[in-house]
Structure formats: structure tokens, C-alpha cells
């Protein structure tokens, strides 16, 4: 079987160097034109982004999806490429913890985009194409989480290309790689259904798994299934999202010591409840007008219009007995301002 029988997709583009020097450090191998990163950035298209995803949709490779960390997809999702040729000509890597290996696939995920459904890379900077480090405005990126300040310094270009100089490139897909996307909802009594249709699902290939929480699931129950989601999360079997007016499986799993508020960097609200006693809505408010290196922390219950003023607080903790069904605790989510994205969980 020849290569060319393997290759069901393909788009070709041309990109024009941007002249960066030898060793220079390079976070994006594409960008349009005139990004304001073009520094470190090995080459700027010469299509524009709308115009560059709009070709390779049309040559058949679908579309994926960005992160979107306000939605709980905290991984990238796209069918697998291959660059022609390929990025390790142009820029070398220093292989570190937490920075994109040599056979790390690259996907299309076709990038954040406007209500209209044109790329945010079109007109907002850095106009990433192909960024190096998991960006979500980038219609190609890594397959992976890699942090900005994990990859910086660890991609280098290889030499110095002289500015102008302009490239053929080629993205391939075999329109067999591609990933499973299973939704599985955890029930009472169900845990290991829920897990084995996950591990079912990931024995045929990489695996994007929407989670949902049984409203009839106590407390307890719902933290021991997010311990094992969070023993399976990762590259292969990627859960991203959460149901509408649901919790996302971290929310179960929050850090112990922000149980004390002068070990978090920001305050969240805090929603108290109980079984005999009426919610306490909690703002902690921050005062930094004095000498000590932490501000004086002072809380205040509130009520749930109030909570609308409080518009830089977007995380709220809920302390709530362990016994609770999640049909107790969702309907606050609703109660609380729409800009409130992040939830944790402290069974008490």
C-alpha cells in the first residue's frame, strides 16, 4: 500500500519566513499578517486565517474543538496531522517536562471563534495559526495541555531563514484517526457502568468523555466518581465539559488547604449550607490599605442579587454535609451571577 492510498485529505498553503534569527525562542510556527508576535514566530501566511480555515475544511478535514476554559474543555479536540515538512526542520526542540514531544500529534481544532463563526485569529492578536503552546485562539495546535511559561525557551529555530523567503506546506489526514466522543452519566449505584463505557470507548482509540452527575447522587458518591475521572484524564481519554447547570468532575476534587482564605490568591464567594439552617451566601472582602504583606480579609453575607455587584468574583465554594444529594446543590447555580464560572465542593 502506497502513501498517497493512505492520505484521505490534504491542504497545501503557502508561508513567507519572517527572518527570526538562529536560536531565536518561537512560540508560534504560523501567524497571519501582521501579528504583533511576528518576533518569534518562524512564518506569517500568506492567506488570511478566516481564508486558511475555510481551506482545510473544505478539502475535507473536519473541525475540532479549542479549549475554552469558561465551559470546563480544558483540552484541545481535533482529528491528528501531519506537517509537510514538518516543524522539526525549522524549529528544534529542547525536550522538557511539560513541552510537546517529537511524535506529539498536531490537530485542527479551527480555534475560538466570534458569534458570527469567524476565527477570533482573523482580526485579534497574536493572529496564531499554529501556536506552540496550547492557545485557544490557534486553529492548530498540539495534541495536549502545554503551558505558555512551560514551553517558552524550549523551541528554538533551527537556523536562520531569510526573511521573504516563501514555503509550500502541507497538512495530511488518513480520515481514520480521528476521536471517539462518548457521554456517560454517573448514577447511583452505577459508578463502574458509567467507567466501564468510558474504558470501553478508549480500547479503540483516543477518547473525549462529557461527564454528568445523577442529581440523586449524595456527596460522597459524586467525589468518589470524580477521583476516578481524575485518574483516567488525560491525553487518551480527555474529559472536557460538563452538562448544562451541572458541575464539572473537578468541582468535586477541590485543594484542602483553600480551606483556610489566606492560602488563596483570590476569594471566591462562599455558599454555606446545611440541613436545618437557611443558605449563607458569604463575599469575603479583600483590604490591602495596610502595612502587612496580606490583605485584612472581612467577610460579609450578602444575598443572591447582591452577588450581581461582585463582578470580579467568577468562583464560588460550596460547603455542604457529605450525605447531600446534588439535586440540593444545583439549583444555586442558577442563583448565582452568570459571570461565576468555577465551583468547588468541600463536603463537610
Given at each position: 500500500m502506497t502513501v498517497a492510498t493512505l492520505i484521505a485529505a490534504s491542504f497545501s498553503f503557502t508561508a513567507t519566513a519572517?527572518?527570526?534569527?538562529?536560536?531565536?525562542?518561537?512560540?508560534?510556527?504560523?501567524?497571519?499578517?501582521?501579528?504583533?508576535?511576528?518576533?518569534?514566530t518562524m512564518?506569517?501566511?500568506?492567506?488570511?486565517?478566516?481564508?486558511?480555515?475555510?481551506?482545510?475544511?473544505?478539502?475535507?478535514?473536519?473541525r475540532g474543538n479549542p479549549p475554552d476554559t469558561s465551559n470546563c474543555v480544558l483540552w484541545p479536540v481535533g482529528c491528528p496531522l501531519t506537517l509537510e515538512p514538518p516543524l522539526d526542520d525549522f524549529v528544534e526542540r529542547q525536550f522538557e517536562a511539560g513541552?510537546?514531544?517529537?511524535?506529539?500529534?498536531?490537530?485542527?481544532?479551527?480555534?475560538?471563534?466570534?458569534?458570527?463563526?469567524?476565527?477570533?485569529?482573523?482580526?485579534?492578536?497574536?493572529?496564531?495559526?499554529?501556536?506552540?503552546?496550547?492557545?485557544?485562539?490557534?486553529?492548530?495546535?498540539?495534541?495536549?495541555?502545554?503551558?505558555?511559561?512551560?514551553?517558552?525557551?524550549?523551541?528554538?529555530?533551527?537556523?536562520?531563514i531569510e526573511?521573504?523567503?516563501?514555503?509550500?506546506?502541507?497538512?495530511?489526514?488518513?480520515?481514520?484517526?480521528?476521536?471517539?466522543?462518548?457521554?456517560?452519566?454517573?448514577?447511583?449505584?452505577?459508578?463502574?457502568?458509567?467507567?466501564?463505557e468510558i474504558r470501553y470507548s478508549a480500547t479503540?482509540?483516543?477518547?473525549?468523555v462529557k461527564a454528568s452527575f445523577n442529581g440523586e447522587l449524595s456527596l460522597t458518591e459524586a467525589v468518589a466518581a470524580a477521583n476516578a475521572l481524575a485518574q483516567?484524564?488525560?491525553?487518551?481519554?480527555?474529559?472536557n465539559g460538563r452538562a448544562r447547570d451541572g458541575f464539572f468532575y473537578r468541582a468535586f476534587l477541590p485543594v484542602v488547604k483553600w480551606l483556610d482564605r489566606k492560602e488563596r490568591l483570590v476569594q471566591p464567594f462562599e455558599l454555606h449550607l446545611s440541613e436545618n439552617a437557611a443558605p449563607r451566601l458569604l463575599f469575603i472582602k479583600e483590604d490591602w490599605s495596610g502595612d502587612a504583606p496580606d490583605p485584612a480579609l472581612t467577610e460579609k453575607v450578602i444575598s443572591f442579587a447582591d452577588a450581581v455587584s461582585c463582578k470580579k468574583t467568577d468562583t464560588?465554594?460550596?460547603?455542604?454535609?457529605?450525605?447531600?444529594?446534588?439535586?440540593a446543590l444545583t439549583p444555586y447555580l442558577a442563583k448565582l451571577p452568570?459571570?461565576?464560572?468555577?465551583f468547588y465542593i468541600y463536603g463537610e
Open positions: 519572517t527572518g527570526v534569527a538562529k536560536g531565536t525562542p518561537v512560540e508560534f510556527m504560523f501567524a497571519g499578517k501582521g501579528s504583533d508576535r511576528d518576533y518569534e512564518f506569517v501566511l500568506d492567506i488570511s486565517p478566516e481564508d486558511f480555515c475555510n481551506g482545510i475544511e473544505k478539502a475535507g478535514i473536519p513541552c510537546p514531544a517529537a511524535d506529539t500529534p498536531i490537530l485542527y481544532t479551527g480555534g475560538t471563534r466570534r458569534a458570527n463563526g469567524r476565527p477570533e485569529a482573523q482580526d485579534e492578536m497574536p493572529l496564531a495559526l499554529f501556536s506552540l503552546y496550547t492557545l485557544a485562539q490557534s486553529p492548530l495546535l498540539f495534541d495536549g495541555s502545554f503551558g505558555q511559561g512551560d514551553v517558552y525557551g524550549h523551541m528554538l529555530a533551527k537556523a536562520t526573511k521573504g523567503r516563501r514555503f509550500t506546506f502541507t497538512l495530511n489526514w488518513d480520515d481514520k484517526t480521528r476521536p471517539n466522543h462518548v457521554d456517560v452519566e454517573f448514577k447511583p449505584g452505577a459508578l463502574a457502568a458509567a467507567l466501564n479503540n482509540g483516543p477518547t473525549v483516567i484524564d488525560s491525553v487518551a481519554v480527555k474529559v464560588c465554594f460550596i460547603y455542604a454535609p457529605r450525605t447531600f444529594k446534588l439535586s452568570d459571570t461565576v464560572k468555577t
